[in-house]
């Protein structure tokens, strides 16, 4: 069956009904929690998807915690038939690497695409996804998890990273937008002259808490999620992935290719520090939406933002999580002193704080980057210096 090189993928998700009476402990104590915590915490996702892999079906969540225990008695179907590996189910690092393996035959061959999980209050039904890792095989994809920004800076982005880096994929997961549809995001892939293919997933779960009065980042499960599901479902035969978020740009230090580096180093795998990008100059943003290209100052006084990665895939060992800023378990990935990205602070819709208000230039501290504004000039060249 051959697959639409543009489309919005099709998940199978598995959510607990709140009056059910079984659902996620949370991991943080009351004490350690803040106002909104219980809120914004997934506490009845069970599986994000349910889906194929060469040796068996994957089932893509939240760490399960407490709800091991009751997927160890459940009663389970794959393809029409009842399946016993209460093993199977096993948590990472804010995420779960849960899977049930079969005979690549019966994955492949079997007519009834279907599962079932059955135990007392827990009963769903539902379509065991294909695996689209082929859609990605050999291709450099641009992988994030967006909420609301605008289309216009998904379209600069996208555009950006096909023309510095290579890009000719991009991987969108859709965190409950609401200022436009999973098509309008797909229409706007569509859009960038260099992406010759991409997937819009529709990720309606919460993102989770933040980091508390005690700064513990232990409950924010939406994010590893879709790098787990990513990884597993769409991305181990890529040739390349990027991942970052809607306001980071990628600039290579000395004309490098990001790609070339990759292949040559150590491990297949790289981080690249941040920087962040300035609001000085920032015309009113009511009046006219910003751009990549309006902000060109850094602040000598800024600490570093936090690293992103690339990786080529197969050359990851399967028990090496990927994670939001690195790899886990001891894998080494060096901090690549060729490529920095370069951290927005104005492209963003102040969902977390708000961080986009003008700075007005400072003499002292404030200078352009050079090396930056070179890579606007490549990207957007009708666009630099209006």
């Not at 180093?265 to 990549?292: C, H, I, M, Y």
Request: aromatic content about 12%; hydrophobic content about 35%.
């Amino acid at each position: 069956m051959s697959l639409s090189k543009f489309r919005i993928a099709d998940i199978s998700p598995v959510v607990l009904r709140s009056d059910s009476g079984i659902h996620r402990h949370p991991p943080r104590q009351k004490d350690k929690q803040e106002n909104d915590y219980i809120e914004r915490f997934d506490a009845h996702t069970l599986f994000y998807d349910v889906f194929e892999d060469h040796d068996g079906v994957v089932f893509s969540g939240p760490p399960m915690r407490n709800l091991r225990n009751v997927l160890r008695v459940a009663r389970i179907e794959l393809y029409g038939r009842s399946v016993v590996q209460p093993d199977a189910f096993k948590d990472g690092w804010k995420t779960q690497r849960s899977k049930i393996k079969l005979p690549p035959q019966e994955v492949y061959y079997s007519e009834s695409k279907t599962f079932s999980i059955d135990v007392g209050r827990i009963q769903s039904r539902g379509i065991i996804r294909r695996n689209e890792s082929e859609l990605f095989k050999g291709k450099k994809v641009l992988i994030t998890l967006s909420k609301d920004n605008d289309l216009q800076w998904i379209k600069d982005w996208a555009t950006y990273y096909s023309v510095e880096h290579g890009i000719d994929s991009v991987l969108f997961y859709d965190n409950n937008s609401s200022q436009y549809s999973v098509t309008q995001i797909l229409e706007t892939l569509k859009s960038v002259s260099g992406i010759k293919q991409g997937i819009v997933v529709p990720w309606n779960f919460k993102y989770g808490p933040g980091a508390g009065p005690k700064k513990e980042w232990d409950s924010n499960y939406c994010q590893y999620g879709v790098l787990e599901h990513a990884r597993r479902r769409f991305l181990r035969e890529s040739s390349m992935v990027i991942n970052v978020d809607i306001d980071e740009l990628v600039v290579s230090e000395d004309a490098s290719s990001l790609f070339d580096e990759l292949n040559e180093s150590e491990n297949g795998a790289l981080r690249f520090s941040g920087a962040w990008v300035e609001t000085v100059g920032q015309s009113d943003r009511e009046a006219k939406l910003p751009r990549f290209v309006d902000f060109k100052y850094r602040d000598s006084r800024k600490q570093k933002s936090l690293e992103k990665w690339a990786l080529i895939p197969k050359r990851i060992p399967e028990k090496f999580q990927w994670q939001v800023h690195g790899l886990g378990g001891g894998f080494n990935v060096p901090i690549s002193g060729k490529f920095i990205h370069r951290h927005y602070l104005g492209i963003n819709s102040n969902w977390k704080y708000d961080r986009t208000k003008t700075t007005a230039y400072d003499e002292e501290h404030h200078f352009l980057d050079e090396k930056l504004i070179a890579a606007l000039s490549r990207s957007f060249p009708e666009d630099i210096g209006t």
